[in-house]
């Protein structure tokens, strides 16, 4: 593997990672599509439904952050990467790679959490492995988490200039909660980190497309919609949901905020019609849930300010340290 491969690697996901797989030649899909999108799909049965898988890998420093630990966004982030494409969550792989010498206690903790996460969403883990390396060899845990689901009806409809986009709650508490544990801050903020059945299941019908901003924030996915469906997007500064500490936080680690991964929020597109409806079903699970912008025909990425309009362009790089 060559040094540029390794590069792209590290810490790719989504459209970086298509890309990878292209670089090393496995060009055969099959009948498989939207393998760009959050999960790939397969149309079964007569009635055109949607077969959806997904699989992350989750690497995380500190494995116990304020609010959760990394058990709780790998179940997190698997099923909302399902949920994100219109599916209904089946049933979750869980592959476990612990370093030798790893607590015991830590371990129990772990599990506790996604045994928990699994019980109330009533998603079950349906199958498993675990290996152990040697002491040094690994960075204390990895967690690869797989997930299938059905859709029958995915959420990937083009969107139009007008529509609006809506934000479900404040964004970068999950970045900045983590990143307050690494670097020995106080804050009171815990991680949003959360699976959203209960918040796409209330207005999916009326949605168009739907993103969870993880690696990249929202910066990455109104960029990767942009480019996907041929739109511009114009997002207002003043209208974008976020608690002061992540803004106070941000400006002293001199990180972008719109960079910054959340781990239980979207950002979906709904028509002009729907969007005030959607708005308000989503504030009854969170009050900062909002319409922040609109799909336009620039083809870019704006960001309306109190000094003018500036281009939201896509991260690249590392752009921050890991935390998901």
């Known amino acids: 593997m060559d040094k540029d491969i390794i590069k792209l690697a590290h810490g790719s996901g989504g459209k970086e990672m298509n890309e990878l797989i292209k670089k090393l030649g ?70 476990i790679v612990i370093e030798e010498g790893f607590p015991k206690e830590e371990l129990q903790e772990i599990i506790g959490t996604i045994k928990a996460i699994s019980e109330k969403t ?42 609006k986009i809506i934000i479900s709650g404040g964004i970068g508490e999950h970045a900045i909660a983590l990143l307050s544990k690494r670097f020995n801050y106080e804050t009171t903020l815990i991680t949003d980190s959360k699976p959203l059945v209960e918040e796409i299941n209330s207005v999916k019908c009326m949605i168009k497309v739907a993103k969870d901003p993880t690696r990249g924030g929202i910066a990455a996915i109104l960029n990767d919609i942009s480019e996907k469906h041929n739109v511009g997007i114009l997002i207002e500064e003043e209208k974008i949901p976020m608690k002061e500490e992540v803004k106070n936080v941000s400006e002293m680690l001199g990180i972008d905020p719109y960079e910054l991964a959340c781990e239980g929020r ?53 752009i921050v340290p890991r935390i998901c």
């Open 26 to 95: 496995f060009s055969y899909r099959g009948r498989w599509q939207n393998f760009d999108d959050d999960s790939a799909t397969f149309e079964i049965g007569k009635k055109h439904e949607q077969l959806v898988f997904t699989t992350d890998t989750f690497t995380v420093t500190p494995i116990f952050f304020p609010g959760g630990n990394i058990g709780h966004i790998a179940f997190s982030g698997t099923v909302n990467d399902l949920l994100m494409m219109g599916a209904k969550p089946l049933g979750l792989s869980l592959g």
């Open 122 to 163: 009533k998603i079950p883990i349906v199958t498993g492995d675990t290996k152990v390396m040697e002491k040094g060899k690994l960075d204390k845990i990895i967690i690869n988490t797989s997930g299938i689901g059905i859709a029958k009806r995915l959420l990937a409809e083009k969107p139009i200039p007008g529509d």
């Open 266 to 318: 979207f950002v979906c597109i709904a028509s002009k019609e729907n969007a005030g409806i959607v708005e308000k079903k989503l504030k009854q699970f969170n009050k900062d849930a909002g319409i922040v912008g609109e799909i336009t025909d620039d083809n870019k990425v704006i960001l309306q300010t109190i000094l003018g309009k500036r281009i939201l362009s896509m991260p690249s790089g590392r």
